[in-house]
């Protein structure tokens, strides 16, 4: 389990426990926080459950997967810190993790 | 004004397999898809991806899923209408007037929506003032190349539609290419031409930056282009061409008097019909308790929003329901003789 802290564009903190095992992506959409979309369900097919992940959590967390540069290429202002959060899975390192999410998904 | 018993919105494998369902039973039917080609999503977003649970099928591609499904139609003769966008749904007494962006008409007593997630347009720059450059000096893609000639074109983007042009163009006129990174996800071939072409002067390329600004009053005269470490960089240009794939919108079926949640269509699960008599919503798009996204679940919802549409279709026959192995009707439509 992993307390995950999500920031909508607007500034609104949303912090909820994660299983682990689930993906970031999951971990909004389950407990329905605005702002990530995941249109594709979580197949790396869209790039509609983009997030920024603070700097200091950016080199802890998995690296990204193979294609995943290639769909954050389509995303909506991919930063350097940009990730697809359905390929961050949740584990009880990621206890503390923060995301931002940007301004809209598409 | 087209007249057909269902009008279905979206060539993906859900729309594809609830065509062959209407067909088997008698009704016909014609299909509208945003996209250029068959397929949706499939066709879109995962050609070359294995999808494995697909019922009997162990392992195929969403390109060969779609190539079956199509093979599965060819007894059926079946109207696609193309790179057509369904703008408007209106009600006509017991039927629906359905009309496209391009002025196809539709009258029909069944409308069946499949549209996954909506349909794909073209992702959009999101730097101020964008929307007044748009279809003028900002351009998503390339009608007449000829425009461009001896002209400066700037071109955003990594994937092979941004290199293609971007060697394409460098025939004729000055092309900058820039991307976000260093890596692109364009086929090899094309990648190294474009470092062939950089090498000679031909592209100039700039990775690592991203669009930050557009100067010019009436059309683009600059842009600000900024890399990571935020040093900018002004490029003088008369074109800005953003190829940054496409991304689904739910568009215009939320303005159709449809329950939505979250993007998707409430429905019954015996007929799959909506909150509106006659509009059904199958697949990806549907939503009801227990709903799964899946492929297969598409074509179950698909074969009994087909039966639905036999109802209002042909209020005065009753549908009879018959196997496919034994059907002589079934196997007439089919084209297959029976002894």
């Not at chain 1, 299983?19 to 990530?36: D, H, K, R, S, Y």
């Not at chain 1, 869209?46 to 995303?75: P, R, S």
Request: charged residues 30%; negative net charge; contains cysteine.
């Amino acid at each position: 389990m992993a307390k995950i802290t999500y920031i909508e564009h607007n500034g609104t903190n949303h912090t909820v426990d994660v299983q682990n095992g689930l993906t970031v992506m999951e971990g909004a959409v389950q407990n329905n926080i605005p702002g990530i979309d995941a249109d594709c369900g979580g197949s790396m097919a869209c790039a509609t459950c983009h997030v920024y992940v603070k700097e200091d959590w950016f080199d802890k967390i998995n690296k990204k997967n193979e294609g995943e540069d290639d769909m954050l290429d389509q995303a909506f202002e991919p930063k350097k810190n940009s990730r697809l959060s359905c390929q961050i899975i949740v584990s009880d390192d990621l206890d503390g993790l923060v995301v931002d999410m940007p301004e809209k998904q598409t | 004004m087209i007249k057909t018993d269902a009008l279905i919105i979206g060539a993906g494998p859900t729309g594809l397999f609830t065509a062959h369902q209407l067909k088997l039973i008698g009704l016909d039917c014609e299909i509208v898809d945003n996209l250029d080609k068959i397929g949706g999503q499939c066709i879109e977003l995962y050609p070359d991806k294995p999808i494995y649970d697909i019922p009997a099928v162990p392992e195929c591609t969403g390109e060969e899923l779609t190539k079956n499904l199509i093979n599965q139609l060819k007894p059926f003769d079946i109207k696609f209408h193309l790179s057509e966008r369904v703008d408007e749904v209106k009600k006509d007494g017991d039927k629906w007037i359905v009309k496209t962006n391009k002025g196809t008409s539709f009258t029909t007593p069944n409308v069946i929506i499949a549209g996954g997630v909506g349909s794909f347009e073209p992702r959009k720059f999101s730097v101020e003032g964008h929307e007044k450059f748009e279809n003028k000096s900002i351009l998503y893609s390339i009608k007449d190349k000829n425009i461009f000639k001896d002209k400066t074109v700037s071109i955003f983007g990594g994937g092979d539609s941004a290199l293609d042009w971007a060697v394409e163009l460098s025939n004729n006129c000055n092309v900058n290419l820039i991307h976000r990174r260093d890596e692109f996800r364009g086929a090899q071939a094309t990648v190294d031409k474009v470092h062939e072409l950089t090498k000679s002067k031909k592209i100039d390329l700039f990775t690592k930056f991203q669009l930050k600004k557009l100067n010019g009053s009436s059309k683009i005269e600059s842009i600000d282009i900024e890399d990571n470490d935020k040093k900018v960089k002004n490029l003088k240009t008369d074109y800005v061409l953003g190829f940054f794939g496409l991304i689904m919108q739910l568009g215009p079926i939320a303005n159709w008097g449809l329950n939505i949640d979250k993007k998707t269509v409430e429905v019954d699960t015996e007929k799959f019909e909506t909150n509106q008599k006659g509009i059904y919503a199958v697949g990806d798009i549907c939503n009801y308790p227990g709903k799964l996204k899946l492929i297969l679940s598409g074509f179950h919802e698909g074969a009994l929003a087909a039966r639905a549409c036999f109802k209002l279709a042909r209020p005065n026959e009753k549908y009879r329901f018959e196997f496919t192995t034994s059907s002589k009707a079934i196997k007439n439509r089919l084209g297959i003789k029976s002894d």
